[in-house]
């Protein structure tokens, strides 16, 4: 009974971490990181990079779905591409210590270039994709990530070709390194 009742109280504090909001602190350094990390979304390399796969997708993006996605390992030769993508590689470059993850997706929400293999292939129609395709940024809630199992925040900002979103970066900060 104790074990079940220990197990309990896990769940329970898992969830009240997952669902909680920042705290004002927290929200000024993250807005601080927005407004730092933001400037990517108009950085040439990834607009060209974006550019180039909304107009023509590697044939492994074409092929993908959330169901092939799940089955894919850290060291599948899919997750190397877009781990070792050029953008991928630059980004790592413009990165602190406070980005836990990071992922660059096309207009259509699959994608382009990312740190680590990513929960969802596709993010089209979840707002950390879709509000940043109306040219805003996105601000989640703490989570503890599936991905990293860090506890984060993910903030998420367009793409822009001249003024327009053409895709989205997400981005993940760590709480305990802001």
Not at 99 to 121: D, M, Q, R
Not at 154 to 163: N, W, Y
Request: charged share 25%.
């Amino acid at each position: 009974m104790r074990i079940m009742k220990t197990i309990l109280a896990v769940m329970v504090a898992a969830f009240c971490i997952n669902a909680q909001d920042l705290t004002a602190e927290q929200k000024a350094k993250v807005d601080a990181k927005v407004k730092l990390f933001s400037v990517w979304g108009t950085d040439a390399k990834v607009v060209e990079a974006v550019k180039a796969f909304n107009a023509n997708p590697p044939a492994a993006a074409k092929e993908m779905t959330q169901d092939k996605w799940k089955t894919l390992t850290l060291i599948s030769p899919e997750i190397k591409a877009f781990t070792k993508h050029e953008v991928a590689v630059y980004l790592k470059t413009k990165k602190d210590e406070t980005v836990s993850e990071l992922f660059v997706s096309g207009a259509n929400g699959t994608k382009v270039a990312f740190f680590a293999k990513t929960s969802s292939w596709s993010h089209l129609g979840k707002p950390k994709h879709d509000v940043p395709m109306t040219g805003k940024t996105w601000v989640g809630k703490v989570e503890v990530d599936e991905s990293t199992g860090l506890q984060q925040v993910q903030v998420a900002f367009p793409v822009l070709d001249g003024g327009k979103a053409i895709g989205s970066i997400v981005v993940g900060l760590s709480l305990s390194k802001l």
